[in-house]
């Protein structure tokens, strides 16, 4: 059903024009919904006719980064479950899913791979899971300039920044597209 005919069905008296792209970002990580919630946030989501949901994924890095490889191994399982399960819910109600990620200090040289491993992550997930689980893309959130450093080299931090970002739509693009990048 294309957006007007899902507003007029609805019957409630709302008229909004209807909108190629309305999404909203989710700062929290599924793993922390409880079935109960996941429904209900996205049930109300879609009746406000958002139809793209921005899901943090950010807990992502300190798992992969943790050096116990048993907590590593149950952590990641853990997020993937539950990452399917909000997808997979938010699909049948008409939604796109991307993962959000993000840190002000990813936009430093040191803290750069932290991009590409994100990119990685959600290929690697988007091919273990079938259709109706898969992510339409991630959106990485760095925001650089709201570090405190920031101020004090603003030419080399924007530098570093770039450099970053260039690297991460390298690595990007040898998946072919699989998902969207933002």
Request: proline fraction near 3%; aromatic fraction near 12%.
């Amino acid at each position: 059903i294309d957006n007007q005919r899902k507003l007029e069905a609805r019957g409630d008296g709302v008229h909004m024009a209807p909108a190629l792209h309305r999404g909203v970002w989710m700062w929290g990580s599924p793993e922390k919904l409880t079935p109960q919630q996941t429904e209900a946030d996205l049930d109300f989501l879609a009746k406000w006719d958002i139809n793209t949901v921005y899901i943090d994924i950010s807990d992502y890095i300190d798992y992969y980064e943790t050096s116990d490889q048993g907590k590593k191994t149950a952590n990641i399982g853990r997020l993937q479950k539950s990452l399917r399960q909000f997808v997979e819910v938010a699909h049948r109600k008409g939604l796109a899913v991307h993962a959000l990620a993000g840190d002000t200090l990813w936009g430093y040289s040191s803290h750069a791979y932290i991009q590409k491993t994100f990119i990685d992550f959600v290929h690697m997930y988007n091919q273990s899971v079938p259709p109706d689980g898969r992510l339409a893309g991630l959106q990485l959130d760095i925001e650089v300039y709201n570090d405190k450093s920031f101020a004090q080299n603003k030419k080399a931090a924007l530098e570093q920044y770039i450099a970053g970002v260039q690297d991460a739509v390298a690595h990007y693009q040898s998946f072919n597209g699989s998902f969207m990048l933002g």
